[in-house]
């Protein structure tokens, strides 16, 4: 049987990929600092531990690993990764986490590492033009990301292909673009503009007023949790080895993400733009790349993803007035 090791298994991304590859008939081992939050893990053994101490990455790899998926780090949403408050974590965290995990993989042999980077490290003087962000894999450099988040995003890519370059480590590096869907954050200051909109549409009587950072205007495109496990998943079984856009083009201002979900819920709702953390301008995957090495395009629009994910909030939303 195939062995699959997941770090940030008790995450959102993590947790949905671990389900993918029990699917595909792996032995799946999970670790993270904490127990998937909204669901039973499906891991064959999930071990709770930090990865940023060198003996816990020691004791959850071994040589028969087929694969390591390494999804663990520091992050958040806007209002965790834009304030300021966090960015010695954030670095520390992370790069440690990267650190540990690359070397142990590198001396072990595994036989493939992926590695999952952000649309965070792209350039903040590409993405001033809410209409026309560049976000081409080949527009990093000169690097300028807008968070310490994407710069340790960026370090990290740079090791993980060091190790490619130096000790023929094989490595699938993929930049997420604003991943979202049911059992994420969505509630604890941590969740991302769709799980937060959503969660206001769904606590405010029709005919209320929902808050939005900034003035509405920036653009974002968003991608539903089962097609980033699909990309990933094809991206890992290629031989090229990033790093690639993994995101959709279908770019949206945040007042009309916030429209379509009014859509969904049949409400009428006032937007109050609010001073607040807003990252860049504006971000749009750039997928041309990863179609013509992996051949594949997103599949479903952005409406489908948004009305599973409201639905499931919405369910949370009403779970916990009722507890409360």
Sequence with gaps: MKKALVCGAGGFIG???VKRLKKEGYWVRGVDLKYTEFAPTEADDFVIGDLREQRVCRSVVDESFEVIYQFAADMGGAGFVFTGENDADILHNSALINLNMVELANRLKIKKIFYSSSACIYPEHNQLDPDNPNCREDSAYPAN????????????????????????????????????????????????????LCRK??????????EIWGDGKQTRSFLYIDECIEATRRLVDSDCLGPLNIGSEEMVTLDQLATMIMQIAGKTLAIKHIPGPTGVRGRNSDNALYFEKIGWKVSKPLLDGLTQTYLWIKEQAERVGTAA
């Design 145 to 196: 990301p807008d968070s310490e988040y994407g710069w340790e995003k960026l370090f990290s890519e740079r090791l993980y292909l060091a190790f490619h370059k130096n000790h023929g480590l094989a490595v699938r590096i993929a930049r997420y673009h604003n991943i979202f869907g049911p059992e994420g954050s969505w509630n604890n200051g941590r969740e991302k503009a769709p799980a937060a």
């Design 15 to 17: 947790s949905h990929m």
């Design 201 to 210: 549409v769904a606590e405010t009587p029709d005919g209320g007023q929902i």
